[in-house]
């Protein structure tokens, strides 16, 4: 696929087939897509859990025990219904990349350069998804920067997920989108 088609034409799919597995190299495909985005210092600070099948029930036990510390009572039964969904969460897409940072030391080192080079990387991956003829929706929500997160995944104090991407075999056709146009968001000074 063209560079600016794929640009053009990705979309957040939400619904994936359940039951069409994805093969490991492509899988594998995407994760090299990541570690080919730019980093500053190359510090490739990027860290990539790939979970299927069973392995995505720690995921999914880990955001009902953060939503359960939201709770006044998670025993209700309305809290109850709440955390189950939360544990089916992942479930919704038969492989979940999730996308970590571990941002390097040193004087020249910038945080938040460290998370632009792994958000870059999270853009390669659902474009190269796309290109490979997958769904992909890169997931967020307050519980991915909970510390049980980072703790659940084995990363360092300074470490953080940023992104669970969702990834299947589409089963949606995505709506078209519109973007404001390039004049709308730019300004140019030339003098
Ligand atoms: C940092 C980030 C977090 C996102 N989190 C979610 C999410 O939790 N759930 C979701 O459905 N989409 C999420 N999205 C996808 C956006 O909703 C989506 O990109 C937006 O609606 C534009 O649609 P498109 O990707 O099809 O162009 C996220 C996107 C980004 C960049």
């Given amino acids: 696929m063209e560079l600016f088609e794929a640009l053009e034409t990705r979309r957040s799919i939400g619904k994936v087939q359940q039951d069409k597995e994805v093969p490991t190299e492509l899988i594998e495909q995407i994760i090299e897509a990541a570690t080919w985005a730019p980093n500053h210092h190359r510090t490739e600070p990027w860290r990539f859990f ?3 099948g069973d392995g995505r029930k720690g995921l999914g036990e880990t955001l009902a025990r953060i ?3 939201g709770m006044d009572d998670p025993t209700t039964e309305e809290n109850q219904g709440k955390l189950e969904k939360a544990k089916k969460n992942p479930f919704r897409a038969p492989v979940v990349i999730v996308a970590a940072v571990e941002p390097s030391e040193g004087d020249k080192i910038i945080l938040q350069e460290e998370f632009a080079a792994v958000h870059a990387g999270v853009q390669n991956m659902l474009l190269a998804a796309h290109a490979l003829g997958l769904g ?3 997931r967020t929500g307050k519980p991915t920067y ?5 703790e659940h995944f084995g990363l360092s104090d300074k470490g953080e997920v940023v992104g669970f991407v969702y990834l299947g075999y589409p089963d949606m056709t995505p709506a078209p989108r519109k973007r ?3 004049s709308e968001v730019t300004k140019w000074i030339d003098n």
């Avoid at 909970?146 to 980072?150: L, S, Y």
Wanted: no cysteine.
């Fill in 50 to 52: 790939v979970l299927t």
């Fill in 180 to 182: 404001k146009s390039v």
């Fill in 67 to 69: 939503a359960a510390k």
């Fill in 136 to 138: 992909a929706v890169w």
């Fill in 146 to 150: 909970d510390p049980e997160m980072r």
